[in-house]
């Protein structure tokens, strides 16, 4: 079963920290380029970042530059993207997806295979 799960969601305040996870079981996760999207309310799923298969090339929206950190295990088959500094516009449902290619190379959906099932985070004081 081809699956990615996320998790570490949850309600912070403006200014603190969350580090969410994406765990993958049921296929050769080495290979692929793994990225975080997030959906906010009457939005549309936006990339947040990407990290490529070996972990050695990353990138960030412009909007969460300098505050996330993506960062992957794949020992462990996880992904993680550190949130600091969170603002209540971070406050989304975010997804982990695994790209179509080991490299990362924009935020079309449709460049990714398999997806999660979202976790919220909520940032509000």
């Known amino acids: 079963q081809l699956q990615l799960v996320e998790s570490g969601g949850g309600l912070v305040q403006p200014g603190g920290s969350l580090r969410l996870s994406c765990a993958a079981s049921?296929?050769?996760?080495?290979?692929?380029?793994i990225a975080w999207f997030r959906q906010a309310p009457g939005k549309e799923r936006e990339g947040v970042s990407c990290?490529?298969?070996?972990?050695?090339?990353?990138n960030y929206a412009d909007s969460v530059k300098g505050r996330f950190t993506i960062s992957r295990d794949n020992a462990k088959n996880t992904v993680y993207l550190q949130m600091n500094s969170l603002k209540p516009e971070d406050t989304a449902v975010y997804f982990c997806a695994s790209r179509r290619a080991s490299y990362c190379s924009g935020y079309t959906p449709s460049e990714y295979l398999y997806w999660g099932q979202g976790t919220q985070v909520t940032v509000s004081s």
């Open positions: 990290i490529s298969s070996t972990g050695g090339v990353t």
């Open positions: 049921g296929f050769t996760w080495d290979y692929y380029a």
